[in-house]
């Protein structure tokens, strides 16, 4: 809890202890002079009398509250970061039934490239926490996932939710890749950068995939690609006639040297990942090159706590008046 107006403060040192003094001074004077108390001590007390010695105090009570409500107390409700403009990024994921192959590997067991990207991209996204982030997933044609946002928990759970077969089928790099530098086109940020991975060759689409390059270089963005998947045969899951899981060892084509072009026309880099650690490391490669050093500033949110302390000076200004008047009236 913080104050706005300290300096009330001090007339709680300055005021309560010259009343506190008036008070006890009161007390030991009296207001009738006897010879001796000693028979009135010892006389029973009603519970009236309590509440005569109660009035006073009362009143301090009422000017404590009041002073402490003019220093105008507040408490926090937390931190609340300002954003300034830093990299704005673009995730353009493959979702198409090639990425169900089962070449990587996951605590030990044989898992799907899809599913393997996803756990990457989310650590990578919990990396970036001063970054807009958006994703674009495709197939035969591009899907906006989620737009570019700084709710990275909101892109986290959508990317969770991404599952082959959703999308028509096939590889559209060029439309997909002209999505993602779209997203980009009115972005202010001081770094602009398309992360596309896929793990096919462009076959769909109505953009070539060079042409979409040669956009997102007029509009300095810098393109990633990644080449997911291993060299050759890779076991792909097929269901049979009893409905259970086989494997067959097909071979799926990926256009290396078209995916180096766009790196290479944007200022991006083409890597291969052919395992999951491979894909790990380009991220975390990824995350080191595209660092900006920015400021953020932050601001602090308050709630006023002066009106309790100055309804409950109120309310004990009232009781005293009830009192005084009542059980605690005193005859001139």
């Given at each position: 809890?913080?104050?706005?107006?300290?300096?009330?403060?001090?007339?709680?040192?300055?005021?309560?202890?010259?009343?506190?003094?008036?008070?006890?001074?009161?007390?030991?004077?009296?207001?009738?002079?006897?010879?001796?108390?000693?028979?009135?001590?010892?006389?029973?007390?009603?519970?009236?009398?309590?509440?005569?010695?109660?009035l006073p105090w009362l009143t301090i009570g009422t000017i404590v509250l009041m002073i402490i409500a003019l220093a105008r107390p507040k408490v926090g409700l937390g931190k609340s970061r300002i954003r300034k403009e830093g990299i704005d990024i673009v995730l353009a994921l493959d979702v198409s039934t090639s990425m169900l192959a089962e070449d990587f590997k996951s605590g030990g067991k044989r898992i799907n490239r899809l599913e393997v990207v996803k756990q990457v991209v989310r650590d990578f996204i919990s990396r970036r926490p001063n970054d807009r982030i958006g994703v674009i997933v495709f197939a035969g044609r591009p899907y906006i996932l989620g737009p570019l946002t700084w709710d990275h928990n909101w892109i986290k759970s959508r990317i969770n939710e991404v599952k082959p077969g959703d999308?028509?089928?096939?590889?559209?790099?060029?439309?997909?890749?002209?999505?993602?530098?779209?997203r980009l086109q009115e972005s202010r940020a001081k770094s602009k950068v398309v992360i596309l991975l896929t793990d096919g060759n462009n076959n769909a689409g109505e953009i070539a995939p060079e042409v979409a390059a040669?956009?997102?270089?007029?509009?300095?963005?810098?393109?990633?690609?990644?080449?997911?998947g291993s060299q050759g045969l890779v076991p792909y899951p097929v269901i049979d006639s009893w409905g259970q899981k086989q494997y067959q060892m097909v071979e799926i084509n990926l256009d290396e040297e078209l995916l180096q072009k766009i790196a290479t026309t944007t200022g991006g880099r083409y890597f291969r990942a052919t395992d999951t650690q491979s894909l790990k490391t380009i991220f975390e490669r990824i995350d080191r090159m595209e660092k900006t050093r920015v400021e953020m500033g932050k601001y602090s949110e308050y709630k006023d706590l002066y009106p309790y302390f100055l309804f409950g000076a109120l309310g004990i200004l009232l009781l005293e008046g009830i009192l005084a008047n009542t059980i605690c009236r005193r005859l001139p």
């Amino acid at each position: 809890m913080i104050f706005e107006n300290p300096v009330f403060l001090t007339l709680l040192i300055i005021i309560i202890p010259v009343l506190i003094y008036h008070l006890e001074l009161g007390t030991r004077r009296g207001a009738v002079n006897f010879s001796t108390t000693a028979s009135l001590e010892r006389a029973p007390k009603n519970w009236r009398v309590c509440w005569f010695k109660v009035l006073p105090w009362l009143t301090i009570g009422t000017i404590v509250l009041m002073i402490i409500a003019l220093a105008r107390p507040k408490v926090g409700l937390g931190k609340s970061r300002i954003r300034k403009e830093g990299i704005d990024i673009v995730l353009a994921l493959d979702v198409s039934t090639s990425m169900l192959a089962e070449d990587f590997k996951s605590g030990g067991k044989r898992i799907n490239r899809l599913e393997v990207v996803k756990q990457v991209v989310r650590d990578f996204i919990s990396r970036r926490p001063n970054d807009r982030i958006g994703v674009i997933v495709f197939a035969g044609r591009p899907y906006i996932l989620g737009p570019l946002t700084w709710d990275h928990n909101w892109i986290k759970s959508r990317i969770n939710e991404v599952k082959p077969g959703d999308i028509e089928d096939g590889t559209a790099i060029g439309t997909a890749l002209t999505n993602a530098v779209k997203r980009l086109q009115e972005s202010r940020a001081k770094s602009k950068v398309v992360i596309l991975l896929t793990d096919g060759n462009n076959n769909a689409g109505e953009i070539a995939p060079e042409v979409a390059a040669d956009a997102g270089k007029e509009l300095k963005v810098t393109v990633y690609t990644i080449g997911a998947g291993s060299q050759g045969l890779v076991p792909y899951p097929v269901i049979d006639s009893w409905g259970q899981k086989q494997y067959q060892m097909v071979e799926i084509n990926l256009d290396e040297e078209l995916l180096q072009k766009i790196a290479t026309t944007t200022g991006g880099r083409y890597f291969r990942a052919t395992d999951t650690q491979s894909l790990k490391t380009i991220f975390e490669r990824i995350d080191r090159m595209e660092k900006t050093r920015v400021e953020m500033g932050k601001y602090s949110e308050y709630k006023d706590l002066y009106p309790y302390f100055l309804f409950g000076a109120l309310g004990i200004l009232l009781l005293e008046g009830i009192l005084a008047n009542t059980i605690c009236r005193r005859l001139p």
